[in-house]
Each structure stands twice: as structure tokens, then as C-alpha cells.
């Protein structure tokens, strides 16, 4: 497989077959990926694997958590309190267009928070990643986070996994923290979801589409 094949069939995949990963794999793909560009060879990233009993555990904390309506405060803000179009757009047409896949309607809000709880079980996904970052650093760094978080993606299509990025992690920090033993002095970024896609699940239907080139691209000769 090459780079372009790889980035082709990358997608947030949303249901995951029972069997587990090999550690070695994710040891070999997460340290593989450290390879990314970043700025002053800073390498901002902190990066926890879990599987078996310790995501078992967090995810039944989480569960706890979302069944007695417990929050916490986020460390940043997934998206801006504007957010105008044509990213407003965007964002509202995939998330209609996955929830059309699974046959949930607009108006049933109790099967679609339902449904968006299923976050928070990795989406069945027997590995997860969770990426932390010293609170003192800024957007540059955060920039390195996404390359490396990119690499981890593409370098698990590579291995036949799937995975799927998950900002949601990051209204639950302090959860997480306890799970992973995060130090004050990190603060959560997201989570990731990996394993073996279940193609029987509807959601995985899903393929979300890109804007044009002509939208965003200008070439100067």
C-alpha cells in the first residue's frame, strides 16, 4: 500500500469487530508515527494505549458517568462558539448524513443521544489512544499533535486496523486522567478508537465527503 492509497482509505470507522489487536502492532504503528514533523523537534505528544481490563474500567466509569448526567469542564473548546458557515454547514451535513445510515430521524433527540454515547465506548473498538499535551504549550504544537495523530491513522490502515478520532474524550479530562495518570501539568486532547472494522455496522456506511479544491486551493505560478 502507498501513502495515496492509505490516506484514500482512511475514514472514521464507527463499529468494531470483538477481536483484539495485537499489542505489538500498535507498539510498532504509535512508535512509527512519532516520525511526524514537528516544529524544533519539540515531539509535544504523550500517548497512552489501552486494552483489556484498564479500557474495560474506563469505559464503565464513563458510562457511570453519563447514566447519573455527570459533566466536567472541558480544557478547550472542540469547536469555536461561532462557528460559521461553510464549516456550520459542513459539520451539520455529515452529522445528518451518518445519522440517516443509521435510521435515527432528527426529531428522536433520545436516540440520538443514544446513539452519541456509543463515543464513549470506543464504538465497541477493543484498543483506544488517548494523546495528551503539556498545558504550556500552543498552537504550533497542537499542529504537531495532528500530524502525529495522522500518522498513527494512516499507519494503522497500513496494518489492516481502523480507528476513528475522537474530540468528545476532551469534555471528560478528568475522568480520563484518573484512568491514565495524567500529571496537572498535561491536559487531555483526544482519544482514538482502534481495531478491526465491522462491516455490518450501518454507520460504517458513512464516507464523509470533501469540499472542492476550487473551495480552498489557489495555485500561483
Known amino acids: 500500500m502507498n501513502v495515496s492509497e492509505a490516506i484514500a482509505a482512511r475514514r472514521s470507522v464507527r463499529?468494531?469487530?470483538t477481536d483484539?489487536?495485537?499489542?505489538a502492532v500498535l507498539h510498532g504503528i504509535v512508535t512509527k508515527a512519532a516520525r511526524a514533523a514537528t516544529g524544533g523537534n519539540l515531539q509535544p505528544w504523550h500517548v497512552d494505549v489501552l486494552m483489556g481490563a484498564p479500557l474495560e474500567a474506563l469505559k464503565a466509569a464513563i458510562a457511570a458517568k453519563l447514566w447519573r448526567g455527570e459533566t466536567e469542564t472541558p480544557a478547550y473548546d472542540i469547536?469555536?462558539?461561532?462557528l460559521v458557515a461553510p464549516y456550520r454547514d459542513r459539520r451539520f451535513a455529515v452529522g445528518e448524513a451518518l445519522y440517516a445510515e443509521i435510521g435515527i430521524p432528527r426529531d428522536d433527540k433520545a436516540a440520538r443521544r443514544l446513539w452519541f454515547a456509543r463515543n464513549f465506548q470506543f464504538f465497541g473498538a477493543p484498543a483506544a489512544l488517548f494523546c495528551t499535551v503539556d498545558r504550556r504549550m500552543g498552537p504550533p504544537q497542537w499542529a504537531d499533535l495532528g500530524m502525529y495523530l495522522q500518522n498513527v491513522m494512516l499507519l494503522a490502515v497500513?496494518?489492516?486496523?481502523?480507528?476513528?478520532?475522537q474530540e468528545c474524550w476532551a469534555v471528560y479530562p478528568e475522568t480520563v486522567?484518573?484512568?491514565i495518570d495524567v500529571p496537572p501539568e498535561r491536559m487531555l486532547f483526544c482519544g482514538m478508537a482502534i481495531g478491526f472494522e465491522d462491516i455490518e455496522e450501518p454507520a460504517n456506511r458513512l464516507?464523509?465527503?470533501?469540499?472542492?479544491?476550487t473551495e480552498w486551493l489557489k495555485i500561483r505560478e
Open 207 to 213: 464516507c464523509s465527503p470533501r469540499a472542492p479544491a
Open 15 to 17: 463499529g468494531y469487530r
Open 79 to 82: 469547536y469555536p462558539s461561532e
Open 20 to 23: 483484539p489487536v495485537d499489542s
Open 158 to 165: 497500513e496494518a489492516g486496523l481502523a480507528t476513528c478520532a
Open 177 to 179: 486522567a484518573a484512568a
